[in-house]
């Protein structure tokens, strides 16, 4: 148990430095190559703090370790909005710009609920899902339905590149770093090397821990694997508010959450049909909820207050408990 514990704490060490330094890689190369930088933002940096999640739930299809695969997926992001979002919130009023509210934070809604429905349809409409043990199959992500997702995500993309090149910059050149190209590709390749082998690591250790303590697959990957994952988002986000740059933090959230049911769910399916059990349906239901209530407090006051950063929080700490009594 010990030897695992530490394969799943090295495999999220690796996750999070090769995620930094992909980032840090890319974005040079970018700017070598004289790329705006807020598509930099919208594709680089969106890519490179979701690489922990798409490392572990590419691994976990190919071992055909599917509760994980999607627990990773779902637990991330509702992390990601109940306390990411929540602990900014704490320690200073997060912001929205108007383009995240009409646009992505919509869009991060319609595809949790497309995910949704396409894995939880079945067992919804026949109304065998309250019967079901939270072990059992209710559901089934194919390659068909993950080349939807992975070209939906596609689409989205190619939308905010255009939409991004067609908006005036204001004069928001930032400094570049003067690297050679050589070191960019550099950091690059020992970045992704890094997220690949972390992903294996984290799936390996997770796995083992969660047979050895008698926890199921869903549990590790809704709790440590989630939590641990979505480290380089709260490490973004709780250092914007603390700098009280809060406005990046909604941002971040809903870009990775697209990122994650997208993409990474897109990926993992046409790697391996996904097979998804009821505790990750009621799951999916319960991201779906967060994602509204995100969107409402949001909606009301254009800023997420401090006593709606507690209640999310607090709601977090109740969903923990629930998944780990259930």
């Not at 799943?8 to 930088?37: E, H, Q, R, W, Y």
């Amino acid at each position: 148990m010990l030897l695992l514990c530490v394969v799943l704490v090295m495999g999220l060490a690796a996750l999070i430095g090769g995620a930094n330094l992909f980032v840090d890689g890319s974005a040079a190369l970018a700017g070598k190559c004289k790329v705006p930088t807020l598509v930099i933002g919208l594709t680089v940096v969106a890519l490179g703090t979701s690489a922990p999640e798409l490392a572990v739930s590419a691994s976990a299809a190919l071992q055909g370790a599917n509760e994980i695969a999607i627990s990773n997926v779902v637990g991330s992001n509702i992390f990601n909005l109940l306390c990411v979002l929540g602990v900014c919130a704490v320690i200073h009023p997060v912001p929205v710009e108007a383009g995240i509210l009409k646009r992505d934070l919509p869009v991060s809604i319609l595809a949790t609920a497309l995910v949704f429905f396409l894995v939880g349809a079945p067992s919804l409409l026949s109304g065998s899902l309250i019967q079901m043990g939270m072990e059992e199959q209710a559901g089934k992500l194919g390659r068909a339905a993950g080349s939807a997702l992975a070209f939906l995500f596609a689409a989205y993309i190619g939308y905010l590149i255009r939409d991004a090149k067609r908006q005036p910059q204001r004069g928001e050149d930032t400094e570049t770093v003067n690297w050679r190209a050589a070191k960019c590709f550099l950091f690059i390749g020992a970045g992704l090397a890094l997220t690949v082998a972390g992903g294996q690591a984290v799936v390996y250790g997770a796995k083992g821990i969660a047979r050895a303590a008698g926890m199921t697959e869903t549990l590790i990957g809704l709790t440590i694997v989630a939590a641990g994952t979505s480290l380089p988002e709260l490490v973004t986000s709780v250092v914007a508010a603390r700098k009280k740059e809060t406005g990046l933090a909604v941002g971040n959230v809903a870009g990775s959450n697209i990122f994650n049911l997208l993409f990474i769910l897109g990926v993992s399916a046409v790697i391996h049909p996904v097979a998804v059990n009821a505790a990750s349906v009621w799951d999916m239901g319960i991201l779906l909820a967060a994602s509204l209530l995100a969107f409402i407090f949001l909606l009301s006051a254009k800023t997420l207050r401090r006593a709606e950063g507690i209640i999310m929080a607090v709601l977090y700490l109740a969903y923990m408990v629930y998944a780990i009594t259930r």
